[in-house]
């Protein structure tokens, strides 16, 4: 979805344009099944099936690219889509962050279980962007919310470090994870405070006054 597929009305109130309404598109049918295989992923991970856990992660991250392909190329694009696709990828991040700080990760396996730090800094900047968004909206009405660049980031790397998570789980090799989970906190923490200060600049942008 470009910005030019968005407006915003004078209350702040998203307008989608050139969208869809239908919901049975494929690209949303990817995005339900990848939803759907949020608690088979955590179930792998709980009973410490490694390999199979990757290997329906790497499924779940296939289908989020996919279905934004399709729906950009086949002009598929809906309502729904662009509701629904964040959600699921915020799930599937929570979910793997909670179940890989859990006490059920392999011991042999040097720096896992995640630190709890990591997964707290994670979900409290998620915390942190809806008490915002929902304390301006109750307030102001506003509701012309967007990501910033710096959540996208934000975003990419936590799907990257959970890979890579995984990975050092079924193979062993480990070193890089306190690095990891370094970077993953501290862009997590800088992109939350940064929401305040991009919500601000949305606010005072021109459609939105």
């Known amino acids: 979805m470009s910005a030019g597929d968005l407006s ?23 995005t ?29 991250g296939v289908s989020d690219g996919v279905d934004g392909y399709i729906a950009r190329k ?15 990828d915020k799930l599937l991040m929570t979910t793997a962050f909670l179940v890989l700080s859990m006490k059920v990760m392999p011991d042999s396996v040097r720096h896992l279980p ?50 890579l998570i995984l990975t050092a789980a079924v193979t062993g090799y480990s070193f890089l994870l306190p690095t990891v989970y370094v970077i993953v906190a501290v862009v997590a923490f800088v992109s939350g405070f940064h929401y305040i200060f991009h919500v601000n600049g949305l606010m005072k ?5």
């Open 114 to 163: 995640v630190p709890f730090w990591v997964t707290a800094t994670v979900i409290g900047r998620d915390i942190l962007i809806l008490t915002v968004a929902g304390a301006i909206n109750i307030m102001t009405g506003f509701r012309g919310f967007k990501p910033s660049w710096l959540g996208k980031m934000s975003t990419l790397i936590q799907v990257a470090a959970v890979g």
């Open 205 to 209: 942008t021109p459609e939105n006054k």
């Open 74 to 88: 086949f002009n598929q694009e809906s309502a729904l889509g662009t509701i629904l696709d964040p959600i699921a």
């Open 8 to 30: 915003f009305d004078p209350k702040g109130n998203i307008i989608f344009k050139n969208m869809s309404s239908a919901i049975a598109t494929f690209p949303n049918l990817l």
């Open 32 to 60: 339900f099944i990848r939803m759907a295989l949020i608690p088979v992923f955590a179930s792998l991970l709980f009973y410490g099936n490694m390999e199979w856990a990757l290997v329906v992660f790497l499924i779940a």
